[in-house]
């Protein structure tokens, strides 16, 4: 059977095709539309995905949507009644939107595909982000929680999902929180108080958490009570978000937290008023963390099993995670390389080829690569026409010569094979560094993300050295895979990883191994040959409000336009005008200067 799962219309619009059972393909629209975070119908994300495929729309068995909208109407208009006349003004806007496009989704489908409408299927949202996290986990028996800010109704579900010797697979969602009681949301109430974009920010909030501590914590607990059953509850008088679009927190949450940060005043940590900031993001993080692994801690009695798979939004929060893997009881935590809404595609039409549909369960292969590829003589025909140093290695020379201006403090943009799903780079669209410099960092941050000086940079390194570098719990290597868990440095390799060290000791790892992007797993040995220390520091291949480069001109002009040193596709190395050149760093690793003495640089 040949399946289109989409999402669409909230955020991170996505296309994905299962085709017998495995998926071939899966891309966000914004890496085809490059409006970031595009919420669009996934016009352009279809078209490709068809057209990658060898389709056409009339070969399709199914297209799956991945929420019911008339079930989300029911539920944008429920609320709005329940708090009229309070949510008179937000009403018109909701309804205007559900009318607009999401409630009418069968009709769009179908006209802009020339489906038949008997072809178009809906799962429900966290029935897709359950199926999307565990129909991808190499596991036969899982617990599986999902969290987000919220589907139709439910913002949190928990069950369990099975492949059975019979070839038949199947998720059980038990048991749902239901909106406006929200994980999600009550996270970004914070984000939105603290001065962030919601939907898109909540990592700044896990990465400010990093310098403040949870001394409001017991004000948080104001906000999520506990229910006898393990569940919780959001206390409305502190929200605001199901009455009104204009604000997500009451005048009750600023007398509890103080005034909220505009947006445009920086986050100065040297300031009581940029502590109280930090000391809220780790407030709310802290109850977050504590909630999940109370949750987690009581589905793994419930179920007994020993493997997790989280999906929704939340499951993005690695520092969460990790604490569930460390005091869950669960051995094993799954999460996606799209856990979120984008996700959901390809969760869709998992689910309506295994449950609708009854079709034998089929291994799908563990990882993220499934969008465009980079056409890397596109590339560089593009940097000759444009006068820039082209050079064309082979394979050995290229890792050698590309780790060496590494381990100089070059920065390089790094193209391989097809895009990335999900909002991690995870070797494909990368821009690599040096792991050791602070200068690096800040040189990144300033002139090539221009971003937030408190955000850390993740680290990359093999599986097998992952251990050295950083502490690991069991089951960290498989947190790791898809940069989903935070993990202590060892403390003896903190100032030799200071560019990829948060400031409480932590770093969001990579761990990879060599068949998932074995190009990065050759550069990585090739880094380690030359320092010492095979671990580099990875972040996404994008600037800052832009998504993450997908085609060979994209990552041209990004290279273009900020200050990476070296851009790398296929065999060709594009090197930066000397005249254009950031000066060398005052500091090098002690390991390439002492290659370069020898003679090896
Ligand atoms: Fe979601």
């Known amino acids: 059977m040949k399946i289109l799962g989409i999402s669409a219309h909230y955020h991170d619009s996505a ?17 085809l539309s490059r409006h970031k975070n595009d919420a669009s119908f996934p016009e352009s994300a279809i078209e490709w995905c068809l057209d990658h495929a060898g389709l056409t729309p009339a070969q399709l068995d199914a297209v799956v949507f991945y929420e019911r909208s008339m079930l989300k109407f029911e539920r944008i208009l429920t609320c709005a009644l329940r708090s009229f006349p309070r949510s008179w003004r937000s009403f018109p806007h909701a309804i205007k939107n559900s009318l607009g496009e999401k409630v009418w989704v069968r009709g769009i489908i ?90 898109e920010d909540e990592y700044k909030v896990m990465g400010l958490a990093a310098y403040g501590r949870p001394t409001l914590a017991a004000q948080v607990r104001k906000l999520i009570r506990r229910t006898p059953d393990g569940a919780f509850a959001l206390a409305p008088e502190y ?37 109280r900031f930090a000391d809220c993001a780790a407030s709310v993080q802290h109850v977050l963390e504590e909630t999940l692994v109370d949750i987690t801690r009581a589905l793994q009695r419930e179920t007994g099993l020993r493997d997790l798979c989280l999906g929704g939004g939340v499951a993005l929060n690695g520092v969460a995670n990790a604490r569930i893997l460390a005091e869950s009881g669960f051995e094993r935590v799954f999460v996606p390389p799209a856990p979120g809404d984008a996700g959901c595609a390809l969760g869709a039409a998992l689910y309506a080829d295994r449950v609708y549909f009854g079709n034998p369960d089929r291994d799908v292969p563990d990882h993220p690569f499934w969008g ?25 020379a290229l890792l050698d010569y590309v780790a060496g201006e590494l381990a100089a403090g070059r920065i390089v943009g790094w193209m391989d094979g097809a895009c990335e799903f999900g909002p991690r780079a995870l070797g494909h669209r990368s821009i690599l560094a040096a792991p050791h410099s602070s200068e690096v960092r800040d040189r990144l941050n300033r002139d090539i993300k221009f971003r937030e000086e408190f955000r850390p940079f993740a680290p990359v390194t093999t599986v097998e050295a992952a251990g050295r570098y950083f ?35 932590s770093a969001r790892l990579q761990a990879l191994e060599r068949e998932m992007a074995p190009r990065l797993y050759a550069l990585l040995e090739a880094y380690g040959r030359r320092t010492g ?26 290279f273009r336009r900020c200050g990476i040193d070296l851009l790398v596709a296929g065999p060709f190395v594009m090197t930066r005008r000397a005249s254009a050149r950031p000066a060398p760093l005052e500091e090098e690793i002690a390991c390439s200067q002492s290659a370069a003495a020898s003679g090896a640089v």
């Not at 596109?378 to 050995?396: G, I, K």
Request: proline share 7%.
């Open 533 to 558: 220390i095979p671990v580099l520091l990875n972040t996404s291949f994008n600037i800052a409000g832009e998504p993450i480069v997908n085609r060979a001109l994209e990552g041209y002009s990004t």
């Open 471 to 505: 502490d690991l719990p069991p089951g960290g290597l498989r947190l790791a895979r898809f940069m989903s868990g935070v993990f202590p440095v060892r403390p003896e390799w903190r100032s030799a990883l200071a560019a990829v060290t948060h400031v409480d000791g």
């Open 15 to 31: 296309a994905a095709l299962v085709v017998d059972g495995v998926p071939v393909c899966a891309v966000q629209e914004e890496r």
């Open 110 to 199: 179908a006209s802009h595909l020339g489906v038949p409408r008997s072809k178009i299927f809906f799962t429900s949202h966290h029935a897709a982000h359950a199926a999307a996290a565990f129909f991808t986990a190499p596991t036969r028996r899982a617990a599986i929680l999902t969290a987000d800010g919220v589907g139709e109704w439910a913002t949190l579900t928990a069950g369990h999902g099975e492949r059975r010797d019979d070839g038949r697979a199947n998720v059980t969602l038990l048991r749902e929180i239901r909106y406006p009681h929200s994980l999600g949301m009550l996270y970004s109430t914070f984000t939105a108080y603290l001065g962030f974009a919601v939907n």
């Open 372 to 396: 465009p590829h980079v056409d890397a003589r596109e590339l560089a025909q593009a940097a000759r026409e444009d006068n820039q140093s082209v050079q064309d290695l082979d394979e050995p």
């Open 239 to 275: 929200f605001e978000y199901h009455t009104t679009a204009a604000r997500s927190y009451s005048s009750m949450f600023v007398e509890l937290f103080g005034p909220p940060r505009s947006s445009y005043d920086p986050i100065d940590l040297d300031t009581a008023e940029g502590r």
